[in-house]
């Protein structure tokens, strides 16, 4: 069975602080990696994907992958209470057939 | 505007009986995918489509059917509703880009 795993949190944080969010994966022939964000009561938007080893920044966001250690993680820099969310993981193959972590919820206090 | 819709939002049903949820999309895109979204289990997907006529089995397929007649439109059939298929459902979309844009999700209850 293909999984992702997430600590389902909560996670939470103060104003300004860094936010790291980690994942782990089965499926070691997993190609794409993906973070969604989801507010209370809406639909995942995707904030970031990785694909290679190594970290890619995209603003405040930083996703980082190791695919010898089959983990990925998710650092939000400088968090705001809008960052607060649940954050899910995601990993695919072939981009078509994915699968989600049960997501992080996070937090950010003022 | 560019966006994927979901008919019914919010459905209430009883065993047995047949449902469809509808899925449309206006940005032309190929690839479109049903998921079911539970607490503590994340997101799932039930069935993607490449393209037109081309359908396939996500991880939890079973006790849905889909169709994919026209490139806008991928509706998720219940053959025979049963309360584990309780949920909210999530259609989603995709061009050529990686981006997956979800509708607005539809929160069915089976009694």
């Known amino acids: 069975q293909k999984e992702v795993e997430q600590n389902s949190g909560p996670l939470s944080v103060p104003e300004g602080a860094i936010a790291s969010l980690n994942c782990t994966y089965s499926?070691?022939?997993?190609?794409?990696f993906f973070w969604y964000r989801q507010y209370s009561g809406k639909s995942p938007e995707l904030i970031m994907s990785i694909y290679s080893n190594g970290d890619k920044e995209d603003g405040r966001f930083t996703a980082q992958l190791n695919k010898a250690s089959q983990y990925v993680s998710l650092l939000i820099r400088d968090s705001q209470p809008s960052d607060s969310a649940t954050y899910l993981c995601a990993e695919s193959y072939n981009n078509n057939d994915m699968r989600f972590g049960a997501g992080t919820r996070l937090t950010v206090k003022p | 505007e560019a966006q994927v819709t979901q008919n019914p939002r919010y459905l209430i049903t009883v065993t047995g009986k047949k449902l469809t949820v509808t899925c449309s999309q206006n940005?032309?895109?190929?690839?479109m995918s049903w998921y079911r979204q539970d607490p503590g289990l994340g997101l799932r997907q039930i069935y993607y489509?490449?393209?037109?006529?081309?359908?396939d089995k996500g991880d939890v397929p079973e006790g849905y059917k889909v169709s994919r007649k026209e490139k806008r439109n991928f509706p998720l059939i219940l053959e025979s509703p049963s309360p584990n298929q309780t949920s909210l459902y999530f259609c989603?979309?995709?061009?050529?880009?990686?981006?997956?844009?979800f509708g607005p999700g539809t929160r069915l209850l089976v009694l």
């Open positions: 489509s490449m393209n037109v006529e081309v359908t």
């Open positions: 989603a979309s995709r061009g050529q880009t990686e981006t997956q844009y």
């Open positions: 499926d070691r022939g997993s190609q794409s």
């Open positions: 940005m032309n895109h190929e690839y």
